[in-house]
Nanobody
Framework: QVQLVESGGGLVQAGGSLRLSCAASGRTFSRNVMGWFRQAPGTEREFVAA????????YYSDSVKGRFTISRDNAKNTVYLQMNSLKPADTAVYYCAADLGSVISRRPGAYEYWGQGTQVTVSS
């Protein structure tokens, strides 16, 4: 089992920044691929970013590339999502997810464990 708890969401003006954190416990965190997804009301959950277990490989959706940065600290069992130049279109509930496999995927179905989500609201 892996337990994931997100934090760091909130209300920010367009152009501002937020840093989300996801604290993991349970199974060995350092061997998991970790991902961030988001879901706005009335839409499907969409991929935002993912990172390999070593942190050496990262993937981003086209909509956030160049603005968001995913990172991890295996010593702290934590993965981060630094979000800069935020736009109203980034408003959503952001979810952290863990994939027990070693291949990074953009598909929500590939991730076995999910956090409860944290709300990010960007005002114009």
């Amino acid at each position: 089992q892996v337990q994931l708890v997100e934090s760091g969401g909130g209300l920010v003006q367009a152009g501002g920044s937020l840093r989300l954190s996801c604290a993991a416990s349970g199974r060995t965190f350092s061997r998991n691929v970790m991902g961030w997804f988001r879901q706005a009301p009335g839409t499907e959950r969409e991929f935002v970013a993912a990172i390999s277990w070593s942190g050496g490989t990262t993937y981003y959706s086209d909509s956030v590339k160049g603005r968001f940065t995913i990172s991890r600290d295996n010593a702290k069992n934590t993965v981060y999502l630094q979000m800069n130049s935020l736009k109203p279109a980034d408003t959503a509930v952001y979810y952290c997810a863990a994939d027990l496999g070693s291949v990074i995927s953009r598909r929500p179905g590939a991730y076995e464990y999910w956090g409860q989500g944290t709300q990010v609201t960007v005002s114009s």
